[in-house]
């Protein structure tokens, strides 16, 4: 019969070899997430760069006071909506959804929903489109563009027939 003292090693052994491996588990997931961090920041920094000698004009917000934004291009990230600033700062893509949502195409203040909306913007409504076309309204329903009614149903708030 084994001793208790025996039995009580066993079991730390096999405690402190289980500890060993999640540490090591771990050290790699942390290194595959600083690259992915790394990337990121690298990316947001290449699109939030002027293109080859393009000028970028300021935008004027609320308050008369000026602000710099890089010029929009295909993958810009979203900034965060504020009073007086232009859709013109989205990406082409973007500014299409806003214009159909605020009235371009279509009846203003009417909501739509993801199918509607990819059509609208001159896109097929085969699933891949509108799961393209609802991923970007989120996005910018996520930074206070449009409203989401409803899961999938998107319109512009009350007081932005302009889309600003």
Not at 44 to 70: D, F, I, M, Y
Not at 87 to 101: F, G, N, S, Y
Not at 104 to 109: A, D, E, I, N, Q
Not at 135 to 155: D, M, N
Request: aromatic content about 4%; some cysteine; charged content about 25%.
């Amino acid at each position: 019969m084994p001793s208790v003292m025996g039995l009580l090693e066993d079991r730390e052994r096999a405690a402190r070899q289980r500890v060993e491996a999640l540490q090591a588990e771990l050290r790699e997931a942390e290194a595959v997430w600083e690259r992915f961090v790394i990337a990121r920041e690298t990316v947001g920094g290449v699109l939030a760069e002027p293109r080859g000698g393009e000028s970028v004009p300021p935008v004027v917000v609320a308050g008369e006071r000026q602000v710099q934004v890089t010029a929009a291009v295909p993958g810009s990230v979203v900034p965060h909506w504020q009073e007086g600033l232009a859709p013109t700062v989205l990406a082409p893509d973007c500014q299409r959804i806003m214009e159909v949502l605020a009235g371009g195409t279509g009846k203003h203040g009417e909501a739509m929903d993801c199918r509607r909306l990819a059509a609208a913007v001159g896109l097929e409504p085969v699933p891949a489109k509108v799961e393209g076309t609802r991923s970007k309204a989120k996005r910018l329903a996520a930074r206070g563009w449009p409203a989401e009614e409803r899961p999938g149903l998107f319109s512009v708030p009350a007081g932005r027939a302009d889309g600003s």
